[in-house]
Structures are given as C-alpha cells and as structure tokens.
C-alpha cells in the first residue's frame, strides 16, 4: 500500500502526517479557472485527458499527498435519467417528490457510463508519482437520495426524511445502489487506490434514521465492493455527524473515518483509531484568515493532538469539507507545506 495509509514519508528520522484536501482541485485555484475558459465543467469531468489535468494542478503545485478524480458525485442520477445539467451549479430536470416518480427513473442502466472514470484513473496512474495516492469517489446512498429529492443538500431535508418512510428510500436505493457499486469498481479497476465515499447530508438524520435507515445502504455497498477488491481502501466521510453516528458505523469494510471540524479530533482518534485510519481535519475558513492567523490555528490544533497523545501513525491530515471558492490559494500552499514541515511524529 502507498503513502498515505503504512508507507509514509519518512525525513531525518521523522515520519510526516499525509494532507489532502476535498476539492483541492477547483474553483479557488488558477490551473482550474484557465481550463474553465475554454471548457465548461461536465467536459472537464468527463473527457479523461481534462479531468487528469484538473486533477494534477494541485499535486504540482502544493504537494498533496493524494490526488482525489475530478469529477462530480452526481453522476448516477444522471446516468438514471434525472436530466443533470451545471448552470453553473448542478441542476435536476426531475425531482423525486412522490413515490411515481420512481416510475421516471431508468432501470439496468448501462453500466459502461462510468468509463470515463475508469480511463481518468488510468491516466492519473499513468502521471503520478509512485508515492503518491490516487482516490476515487462516488456519493454515499443518503446523500444522492437527498439531491435526487430536495435539488441540493440544503435546508430542513423535510421531503427527504418522510421519503424515508413512504417507500422512496427505499426504491430508490434498489435502484441507484448497483450502479454506484459499479461507478466505483470501475474507478478501482482504473487504478484508484482507495474510494471515498461521501455523505454530506447524512448529519441531518437522528441517530435511529442513520442506524436503521442509511447505514443498511451503506454497508450493502462496502461489503460488495470489498469482495470484489479486498485490497482497496475504503474512506467514509460524513458531515456534521457526532460521536454517536461513528459509534453506530461498525463496519470493518471501512478503512478510513473521515469527519468534520465540528468533532474533537483529539477525541475521535483516541477512540476509534484502533479500528480505522482518521481523516481529521479543520475548518476551510480558517484558509480565509490572513497567513498569520491560518499558522497560529494550525500550531494550537496540531499541539492539542501532541498534549492528547494520538496515536498519530493512524492519521491523515485535510479539510472537515472542501475547499471553499475565494480561498487565497497562496494559503493553500502555505498550509500543506506547514503541515508536512511540523505534523511529524
């Protein structure tokens, strides 16, 4: 396995915590915002040659540890006919409001859509340094639904939640479930070293919802993948979720916890990281601080880890969701280059 999980970079004796950050390649950064002149987003996504130059911009120039596949975790509903266009944000033709329009939605899809993941992946194999990881990524069963109900993962989530018990979870789940166990098959087969999943709404749902409703949908997909790639990493990253959630995970097809900058991290690794790898990370906000500020806060969040005794073999560094549009991109370099030069152990 590669750098960011059991060989780790290893300088004058000391042995570096690995960063990367979700969205690392976007909307804050030059090398993004040149390719966007002349092409639109969904292009980038899906012709390979782009997505691996997308994906490579920060990896040149911050030295992240991990290159995350550029492209987009809306992509089954898609493929499931719900009329996804970017205007420039992500935009339905349909929504899932009542039980029928389960009617509307496509069913054996084809399962070739996913391609153009595989040959970026492939690609970026191709172009990375060997000591650097390459991670794959689909949406994790909750958070599409939330999208494929609501539009967006904003606000209360009302519809979504009664969806949970009128029956549209469900038939949704039956038939999304097959091909994001495909879409990351396919980015496995690639090349990607590790798949995360991410479930950015998931933090709306009671404790008895994740446990009885989302996390069944979850563990469907992690125990498939996994029998048919054992070796490939599996990162989980839920928003706003707390201890409990973790707790109530269990899942020993999941290598990797990823949370937010709302847990105590001291405590999350103290906890839970005999069983997974941790992703913790902090606020993207604070990369809108003057340089001086984003050092000082990285110093004191670093040294409360040290205080606590982490185990921290068993950490990767990032942000607690992605990088936000205006960051300075200059604090993005900043910050990776301290990370490397001071979480060490």
């Known amino acids: 396995m ?3 999980f059991e060989n780790r970079t290893t300088i004058n004796g000391k042995t570096q915590v690995p960063v990367w ?13 040149n390719l966007k002149k002349s092409h639109d987003f ?3 996504c899906k012709n390979p040659k782009l997505a691996c130059e997308v994906t490579m911009g920060p990896i040149e120039e911050f030295n992240f540890d991990a290159a995350i596949l550029f492209s987009d975790l809306l992509f089954p509903l898609e493929q499931m006919g719900m009329d996804l266009v970017y205007n420039p944000g992500p935009k339905l033709g349909h929504k899932l409001e009542s039980l029928s329009d389960l009617k509307k939605l496509k069913h054996n899809c084809d399962q070739s859509f996913f391609n153009f993941q595989a040959e970026a992946c492939t690609l970026l194999k191709e172009t990375l340094q060997p000591s650097k990881t390459l991670l794959g990524f689909v949406g994790a069963p909750f958070t599409l639904y939330a999208y494929a109900v609501e ?3 904003a606000g209360s989530l009302v519809s979504s939640k009664k969806g949970l018990y009128d029956g549209r979870f469900e038939g949704f789940c039956d038939l999304l479930l097959p091909n994001v166990l495909e879409e990351m098959k396919i980015q496995a087969k690639g090349g990607a070293d590790a798949i995360c999943i991410f479930d950015t709404a998931v933090g709306e749902l009671t404790l008895k919802d994740f446990r009885e409703k989302a996390l069944p949908k979850l563990k469907w997909l992690t125990s ?3 029998k048919s790639y054992p070796d490939k990493k599996i990162i989980y990253y839920s928003r706003n979720t707390h201890l409990n959630h973790l707790r109530m995970i269990e899942d ?3 290598d990797v916890l990823g949370v937010d900058w709302r847990h105590n991290l001291a405590e999350v690794l103290n906890e839970f990281s ?6 913790g990370n902090f606020d993207p906000c604070w990369l809108h601080l003057e340089w001086k500020d984003v ?3 990285l110093q004191e969040f670093h040294q409360e880890l040290v205080e606590s005794q982490v185990d921290f073999s068993r950490w990767i560094c990032g942000l607690g969701h992605g990088v936000l549009q205006h960051t300075p991109q200059e604090n993005v370099q900043r910050a990776v280059k301290y990370i490397h030069d001071n979480f060490i152990y």
Do not use: V
């Not at 005999?274 to 992703?279: A, F, G, K, L, S």
């Open 252 to 254: 020993d097809h999941i």
């Open 21 to 33: 950050f979700m969205r690392q390649a976007g909307r804050y950064h030059d090398h993004y915002q």
């Open 224 to 226: 498939r993948f996994k």
């Open 274 to 279: 005999n069983d997974y790898y941790i992703q």
């Open 2 to 4: 590669n750098t960011i």
């Open 151 to 153: 539009g967006s993962h």
């Open 295 to 297: 050092e000082k806060n």
């Open 42 to 44: 969904m292009t980038l």
